[in-house]
């Protein structure tokens, strides 16, 4: 008999997902309530979807308090499509972008920029593999370019923006995809928000753009606009409502579950306490003795993406073995940093960090 019991699952992406959440879409799968038939069979173009769609967006815009001015989009490809779409819709001829580098993410999309258009690369800690945030006065931003590009949580190296630096009248456009929703947000002070929903907001397949009015409506003013492929043009989903083309539906379906459950545990306030904890929880156990080092630099660890070393790689071996043998899922670290990284997203329950925290305890007492 195959197991049902769910372990802790620390998957950087796609990662883990509320219970509440998969438990209302395995009720509901047979037949949605009042429609007798699946989410996966309906048209996106039916009643029933649109009222799917449409209560997503109006939760994302309660939760966040997204104004009118400003676009949700739910498009494919992946948050890595949106690293040569933004420069495709924003970055004209004659202009040029600045780009933040402070991890593994946001160097791949400076390298699909550079495709597109000209990039001043404004910031890159690479000599001492991403482990903290520029200082206000080492970031080289430039006065006019067509806007900044900072990826405000870096899931790879576990470096995290806790607030965003004043870039003065600079449009902004932030990669938010491992931590979209789990904190309040100041939507104005973004041009443009993108995030893969598969970290933090849910199942693999759409990814959310967040885009001001305006931009979209400058870009399409442009002559070249008019060459680029249609679903690569905002302006192309933004009449349309995403449905351009057909959606992946039963991704947007459980993202709409999950803002649902957002709403009811007390909105972005509420997670963002909850997330708070559960990250001071597991750094207090990294900084205890030594035994474990955190990789980031203390004032820039994320809260999401929580990575550290332990005293050498045949140590690290056996946590990641043990760890899973314990019911601890997926813990080994990428490659590029070494080590552990425990994703504890918003819908990561709290009782996994505790019960993460008695594993390092235990396993430093035998091995340190
Ligand atoms: C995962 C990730 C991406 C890539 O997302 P895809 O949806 O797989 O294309 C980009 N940026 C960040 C910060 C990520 O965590």
Not at 3 to 20: D, E, I
Not at 195 to 219: F, H, S, Y
Not at 330 to 339: A, D, T
Request: net charge positive; proline share 5%; charged share 20%.
């Amino acid at each position: 008999m195959v197991t049902t019991t769910r372990v802790f699952n620390f998957a950087a992406g796609p990662a883990v997902l509320p219970l509440p959440v998969l438990e209302e879409a395995q009720r509901d799968l047979v037949a949605l309530p009042g429609v007798g038939m699946s989410v996966l069979e309906i048209s996106h173009r039916s009643k029933a979807f649109e009222a799917i769609i449409g209560e997503c967006e109006a939760n994302m815009r309660k939760l966040a308090g997204i104004p009118d001015n400003y676009h949700v989009l739910f498009l494919q490809g992946g948050a890595t499509t949106q690293f040569s779409m933004v420069p495709m819709n924003l970055l004209p001829a004659g202009s040029w972008a600045d780009y933040i580098v402070t991890g593994a993410w946001s160097s791949k999309a400076v390298k699909e920029a550079k495709k597109v258009g000209a990039v001043n690369v404004a910031f890159d800690n690479k000599a001492e593999n991403y482990l903290r945030i520029p200082k206000k006065e080492e970031l080289k931003l430039t006065p006019g370019a067509a806007y900044v590009h900072i990826t405000t949580n870096e899931t790879i190296h576990g470096v995290e923006f806790h607030q965003l630096p004043d870039f003065g009248d600079a449009t902004v456009v932030a990669d938010t995809s491992s931590h979209m929703f789990s904190r309040p947000i100041d939507v104005t002070k973004y041009g443009l928000i993108y995030a893969g929903a598969q970290k933090n907001i849910g199942p693999a397949g759409a990814t959310i753009v967040i885009v001001r009015d305006d931009l979209v409506k400058k870009a399409a003013e442009r002559p070249s606009y008019a060459n680029l492929p249609v679903m690569l043009q905002y302006g192309t989903h933004v009449p349309e409502k995403s449905l351009y083309n057909t959606p992946p539906c039963f991704t947007i379906y459980t993202i709409g579950l999950v803002m649902k459950w957002l709403v009811a545990i007390g909105g972005l306030e509420a997670i963002d306490k909850i997330n708070g904890r559960k990250a001071g929880k597991l750094y207090a156990e990294i900084d205890r003795t030594g035994f474990y080092r955190g990789h980031a630099a203390k004032d820039c660890r994320s809260r999401m993406n929580v990575t550290f070393r332990l005293p050498n790689e045949e140590l690290e071996a056996k946590f990641v073995k043990e760890s899973k043998a314990a019911g601890l899922d997926g813990l080994k670290g990428h490659r590029s940093v070494g080590g552990l990284r425990a994703s504890i997203y918003n819908a990561f329950p709290e009782e996994g960090v505790d019960v993460l925290v008695s594993f390092m305890q235990a396993f430093e007492k035998k091995n340190g």
